[in-house]
């Protein structure tokens, strides 16, 4: 069966900087690949989706990689601001049917 | 536009006992998902409807475990009897096509004792 890996140490990062969390995942390549915000006591919030066939994508501050040869996602988030502290969690489509399966999330915290 | 409404936002019961949640999904999203979050983990998906029937639910606990998605909108999901280790968050999400972004309720915070 698939399996999805996040650093579940939390990240510790200054302002200013840029934070970068890693998501591996298993076995073959997911149809897509989406990331997720989630502060405590809220329900996560869609941040980033890319394809299969797409290496980046980015969005204001937020940038994704998908390399499918590592199996590896990669999350950054640059000129990081103390309000950016939160989980954030990577979730993966293998059947292209929209049924994600997430990983276990990254708690980043970042300080003024 | 309103987001994914869930409710009770909290619950404490004890084990054996049964519960109930409830979810409304935003206006004209046709898929709808309810997923367990247990404390310190990721969502694990529970069950997806498509309209009002059952995409995938392997991986609900179907001897105490029933969600139904009646008329294609609302939904419910019941535990039955409910044990310890169903102490978790349900989140219901829904989305408006077979691909793209989920939306998330807040949570409903299920406590068993």
């Known amino acids: 069966s698939q399996k999805i890996e996040q650093n579940s140490e939390a990240l510790n990062i200054q302002e200013g900087k840029t934070a970068t969390l890693t998501c591996n995942y298993t076995n073959y390549s997911p149809a897509y690949l989406q990331w997720y915000r989630q502060d405590p006591g809220r329900g996560p919030v869609f941040l980033l989706l890319?394809?299969?066939?797409?290496k980046e994508k980015r969005k204001e501050r937020l940038k994704v990689t998908f390399d499918t040869t590592l199996k590896q996602s990669l999350f950054h988030i640059t000129a990081s601001q103390p309000a950016d502290s939160a989980t954030y969690l990577c979730?993966?489509?293998?059947?292209?049917?929209?049924?994600?399966?997430f990983g276990g999330g990254t708690r980043v915290l970042v300080k003024p | 536009e309103a987001g994914v409404a869930q409710s009770p936002r909290y619950k404490i019961i004890e084990k054996r006992q049964s519960v109930a949640f409830w979810c409304n999904p935003i206006?004209?999203?046709?898929?709808l998902y309810w997923y367990q979050q247990i404390l310190g983990q990721g969502p694990k998906l529970l069950i997806q409807?498509?309209?009002?029937?059952?995409?995938?639910d392997s991986q609900l606990p179907k001897d105490r475990f029933s969600a139904e998605r009646l008329k294609g909108v609302d939904s419910t999901l019941k535990i039955q009897p409910a044990k310890l280790e169903d102490s978790a968050v349900y989140l219901c999400a829904s989305s408006p096509s077979k691909t793209g972004e989920l939306f998330f309720g807040e949570g409903s915070r299920l406590t068993v004792l």
């Open positions: 890319i394809r299969e066939n797409e």
């Open positions: 206006s004209g999203h046709a898929t």
């Open positions: 979730a993966l489509d293998w059947t292209a049917g929209n049924k994600l399966t």
């Open positions: 409807f498509q309209n009002n029937g059952v995409v995938d």
